[in-house]
């Protein structure tokens, strides 16, 4: 089940994203998922981590289109 999850976060994220960049995209889903809501991170720790991941990818990634 592992495998199948990341293999989809690879196909979301594009898979010539490197593959620890990925891994943190599937990490933070993970979170996002857990089974005790109390465990879940806030919006805010969301937006948090994708800004990290965001600053790792390389500048004419799609991403940065979103940038304000």
């Not at 979170?31 to 109390?38: G, P």
């Not at 991170?41 to 990290?52: A, G, Q, R, T």
């Amino acid at each position: 089940i592992y495998e199948s999850r990341f293999m989809l976060v690879m196909v979301i994220m594009n898979s010539r994203m490197e593959f620890d960049i990925a891994l943190h995209v599937l990490r933070l889903t993970e979170k996002c998922w857990d089974a005790d809501m109390k465990q879940r991170p806030s919006f805010i720790e969301i937006i948090k981590h994708l800004e990290k991941i965001k600053e790792n990818l390389p500048s004419d990634h799609h991403w940065h289109l979103f940038t304000s």
